[in-house]
């Protein structure tokens, strides 16, 4: 066998790499590793035909799709809560792809939108995304850590998904993982929910109280804030049925926390606004809060 590992080292060494293509052959690299230490290469091996154009375009629209569907989802409700005329609008951690960005688009929204993401490179590809569309709308990324506190309040929050990505960070910061590599590395994935459902009940409690505090800080008095929760991507591939479970107990006390103190009241979203074809995920997937 021609030795590809030892041509790879060589072209390595005779030839400058990109910080991309090296950070890629790295995790490549890694998975085959992995696969083979696991004894699972045979019945899986990574390469996938690179040139499969018709394949690589089904996978593009399927994402493309759910994209769109979450946007159509946002849109109606946007439509049904009369928000078209607010003039700054702040998505919280919306990462990298456009969902609470496209329901504006669709929704003729033409104010301004704050992007809050701790990671500045999600916005910055957020950004060239959407601006693939003619949108009327500005975006503003802001580099922003959700668990700091901030004495700014807004009258429009919005948080798209955000309660499993939030609680992931929060443990990953707490057992000092870089919470990038949860998005990267499977096995990352499932030790760090591992770790968090070990101590579940306290988890769950110190996450929730954490969450409610900062959703009362950031709302203005009047102003509102939306949120949904619903099986992600890797909750359903992956099977994360214990920990979706978990996210949306977290989902639901911290709604309960804020409707019962007094801080917010809710704001009920018929069921007909979120049954129509396209709709992504259903009422009982968002709630919205007016604070008073
Ligand atoms: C992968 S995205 C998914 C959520 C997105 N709203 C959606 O609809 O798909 C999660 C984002 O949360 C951000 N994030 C994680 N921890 C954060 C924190 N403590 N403060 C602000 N953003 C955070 C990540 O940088 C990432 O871009």
Redesign the pocket.
Known sequence: MSSAPSKIIDFTKKNRLSIDAKQRLQYDLDTILTRLQKGEYETSGIVENTFDIPGKTEQFYAHLLTFYK?GRSWEAIFKFLQLSNQKLIVD??????P??ELGLYYAGYSGRVKL????KS?LKTLIKFVNLFKINFKLEPNK????RSTTQTYSLVI????FD??IL??FCTKLKIN?GEI?KKESVLFSVWTEILKNEKENKTEITNLFTDRFIAIVKKRGMLLLSNYP?YAEKMFNLNKEFNFTNAVFKEVIVNLTRSNYFKQIIIPKRILTFKDSYFTSKHIVALEKT
Do not use: E, Q, R, T
Not at 159 to 162: C, P, Y
């Open positions: 979450i919280l951690c919306p990462g990298s792809a969902k609470v809050f993401d701790i990671d999600a922003f850590d959700f668990f948080g798209n998904h955000i990505d939030l960070s929060y919470p998005y992600g």
